[in-house]
């Protein structure tokens, strides 16, 4: 071994052995720097950049309406004949009660005055709208499936106060479909309703293809087929799935 060679090969084992040329503490300061500044910009800037946050027109009291209804939270929020749900009421099943003020509130005063007496509806925002390509059914959830409200909507039909919308301002869509934890750590199955969210409880309880108005078998293996070419990974046959579902086709909850 020539000498150069030596040298060269003592040199690389110093720096193997990690020896200490006085710059490791500088650097891993300013590793350490960058990393919180990349996440106070990650957890705190960015979400109030991205999110907008609006007030309902109305700050609604669920807790105080459902003591005051006869049928709890089917007084106003009920199956049609039809199945179709009624979603949030309409104005007529308020009037029943707030033909003039009843109280002292002045958020009372103010939707009689702005509302009722003009006869204009509410317009109300919806925390768990999704984009109109997806199809969603109450009916299926609740009434089949048997699912409580509260899976999906977490505790607002037990609150005090409308809590506040966060409109994303690149999506326009509310937070709570996302979720509010940056990192993307669900605790509660109503904390965000994204596609993966939808996905994972329909693999949990077996969402069975034979249901009635459902896809046939056949046809769904079909979807399965183009989604898998399609979309590599994304249905049941591949590993780590996004949207499993025992159908796995698109076409179930998307128009
Ligand atoms: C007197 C009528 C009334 C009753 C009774 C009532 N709600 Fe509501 N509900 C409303 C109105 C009005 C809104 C819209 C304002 C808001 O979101 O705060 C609403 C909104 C909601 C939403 C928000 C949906 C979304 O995604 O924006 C949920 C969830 C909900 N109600 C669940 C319930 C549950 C559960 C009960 C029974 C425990 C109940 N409600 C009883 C009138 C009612
Ligand atoms: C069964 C009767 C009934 C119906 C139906 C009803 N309310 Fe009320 N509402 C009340 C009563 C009672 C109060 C309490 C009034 C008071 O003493 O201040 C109240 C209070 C309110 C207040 C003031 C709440 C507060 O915390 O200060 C608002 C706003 C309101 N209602 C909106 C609505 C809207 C919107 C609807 C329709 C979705 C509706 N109410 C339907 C009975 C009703
Ligand atoms: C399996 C989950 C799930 C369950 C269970 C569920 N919801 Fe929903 N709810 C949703 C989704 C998703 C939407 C948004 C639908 C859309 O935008 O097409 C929604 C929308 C709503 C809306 C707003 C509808 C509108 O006017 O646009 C109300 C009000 C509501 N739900 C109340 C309830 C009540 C009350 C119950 C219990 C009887 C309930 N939900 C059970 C998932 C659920
Ligand atoms: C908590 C569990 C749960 C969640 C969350 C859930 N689902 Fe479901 N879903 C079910 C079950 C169970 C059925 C089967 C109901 C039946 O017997 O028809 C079903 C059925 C359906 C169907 C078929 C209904 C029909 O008319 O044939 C569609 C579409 C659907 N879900 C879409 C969605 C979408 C979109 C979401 C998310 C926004 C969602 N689901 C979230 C449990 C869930
Ligand atoms: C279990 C129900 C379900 C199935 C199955 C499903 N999706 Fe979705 N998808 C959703 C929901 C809910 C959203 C809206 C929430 C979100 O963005 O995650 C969505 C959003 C999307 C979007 C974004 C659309 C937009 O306007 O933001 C695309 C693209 C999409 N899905 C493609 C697919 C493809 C491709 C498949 C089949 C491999 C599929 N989805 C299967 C429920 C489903």
């Known amino acids: 071994m020539s000498k150069i060679d030596e040298k060269a090969q003592a040199v690389s084992e110093d720096s193997a052995n990690g020896a200490d040329d006085g710059a490791g503490g500088p650097i891993i300061l300013f590793f350490i720097a960058g990393l919180v500044v990349s996440l106070i ?11 907008s946050q609006k007030r309902q027109p ?22 049609r004949e039809d199945g179709s749900f009624s979603g949030i009421p309409k104005l007529a099943s308020c009037v029943e009660c707030h033909e003039d003020v009843l109280g002292e509130s002045e958020e009372e005063a103010k939707f009689v005055a702005e509302y009722v007496a ?29 699912n409580d409200c509260v899976t999906c909507h977490g505790h607002i039909g037990e609150s005090e106060n409308s809590p506040i919308y966060e409109e994303n301002r690149i999506t326009g869509y509310s937070r709570n479909i996302w979720g ?14 994204k596609m993966d969210d939808c996905a994972e409880c329909h693999a949990e309880t077996k969402f069975d293809s034979g249901v009635e108005g459902g896809m046939s078998t056949e046809i769904s293996r079909h979807f399965d ?26 076409f179930v909850c998307h128009k």
């Not at 509806?121 to 609740?142: D, G, N, R, T």
């Open 41 to 51: 910009i990650g957890w705190v800037i960015f979400p109030k950049v991205l999110y």
């Open 58 to 79: 109305i700050d609604f009291n669920h807790a105080l309406h459902v003591g005051e209804v006869e049928d709890g939270c089917n007084s106003c929020h009920y199956f």
């Open 118 to 146: 003009k006869e204009r509806e509410v317009p109300w925002l919806v925390y768990s709208k999704q984009p109109p390509c997806v199809y969603f059914s109450h009916a299926a959830h609740v009434l089949m499936a048997k």
């Open 180 to 193: 509010y934890n940056m990192a993307g750590i669900k605790k509660n199955s109503w904390d965000r309703m």
């Open 225 to 250: 087929e183009i989604a898998a070419t399609a979309f590599p990974g994304t249905t049941h046959k591949g590993k780590g799935t996004s949207v499993q579902t025992e159908r796995g086709a698109c």
